[in-house]
């Protein structure tokens, strides 16, 4: 199914200790980019998410926030640090020695101590992160991709109605094309008789207009613009990301155009070539929307 760039997901996960929101906000992108937003103590966590989002989406950029809201208190435990207390020992012994100080310490003159003691947040089990962490993820990318399907319905159905609108374009391209040939002919005998009265004249007509003819001629580019159109239909019913298929064949459905617009002298031809420029502009607004 075709699946928009465009999109948003939210997923909410509760635990006894806190309540995790992840949203996914995503937007076009040439390739996937997934920037995230998580505690800076939940690296693991933050690479496992953006693994995760990296099987289910092919294209797009993502932003990815978290937000956690304590539900309970974690606690907290004082650490002490045992190396410095020791040193902070051994010179006060050293101390001793030299200037009178009383023997025991008190729990004053500990707390005083600078980094000897500190006081830390006891932390959430890895697991436990991980796992609340997977469900918000798959909460919120089941939303996001929900919506980019919708949104992707939509975009197929603008998609068709501009390459409708582009084959009738082509249509009468096709249908005044050889109308060229002809007016060129005329065009070309009024001033062959203006500046010659040769006995050769039809031959060097023929000559002429043959190879304005074989200049002018575009069925091979109507023939590639056919086969690509139908190519833009089949490749609408793939069930994979199209996205970077559909630009190749917007480009190439441009170049055929140019061409014809290079080759034909019609002024109805013409007329439809920039007719034909403006839709396919639109239609490749819409193709870069798509996964």
Same mark, same amino acid.
Not at 43 to 63: F, N, P
Not at 176 to 202: C, F, G, T
Not at 231 to 246: A, C, F, V, Y
């Given at each position: ?21 992840? =949203? ?21 966590? !933050? ?27 974690? &606690? ?58 997977? @469900?918000?993820?798959? !909460? ?10 919708? =949104? &992707? ?7 068709? &109605?501009?390459?409708?609108?582009? !084959? ?14 002809? @007016? ?17 004249? !039809? ?17 091979? =580019? ?20 199209? &996205? ?36 396919? =502009? ?10």
């Amino acid at each position: 199914m075709v699946r928009s760039m465009t999109g948003f997901g939210r997923g909410v996960t509760t635990t006894d200790q806190l309540q995790l929101t992840v =949203e996914i906000r995503s937007v076009n992108h040439r390739f996937l980019e997934i920037s995230t937003k998580f505690p800076k103590d939940w690296t693991e966590a !933050e690479v496992y998410a953006k693994k995760v989002l990296s099987t289910k989406v092919a294209r797009g950029k993502l932003d990815v926030s978290v937000c956690v809201k304590e539900l309970a208190p974690l &606690g907290q435990v004082v650490q002490i640090n045992w190396p410095l207390v020791n040193a902070y020992k051994e010179a006060r012994e050293e101390l001793r020695q030299q200037i009178p100080l009383d023997e025991h310490w008190s729990m004053s003159e500990i707390l005083e101590l600078d980094q000897a003691l500190t006081l830390q947040v006891k932390e959430l089990p890895k697991e436990e992160i991980l796992n609340a962490v997977d @469900k918000a993820v798959e !909460e919120a990318a089941t939303a996001l991709i929900q919506m980019r399907k919708r =949104e &992707g319905q939509e975009l197929v159905e603008a998609v068709k &109605g501009y390459k409708k609108a582009l !084959e009738e374009q082509i249509a009468i391209i096709k249908s005044v094309s050889p109308q060229a040939v002809e @007016k060129y002919r005329e065009k070309l005998v009024e001033r062959i008789k203006e500046i010659s009265q040769a006995d050769n004249l !039809e031959e060097r007509l023929i000559i002429e207009v043959a190879i304005f003819a074989e200049k002018a001629d575009i069925a091979e =580019e109507l023939d590639r613009l056919t086969s690509h159109l139908k190519q833009l239909d089949e490749t609408l019913q793939e069930d994979t990301s199209i &996205g970077r298929k559909l630009d190749f064949l917007m480009q190439e459905i441009h170049r055929e155009i140019n061409t014809i617009g290079s080759k034909n002298q019609s002024v109805e031809a013409a007329t439809a070539v920039v007719q034909a420029k403006t839709i396919l =502009e639109k239609l490749r607004e819409q193709v870069q929307n798509i996964e």
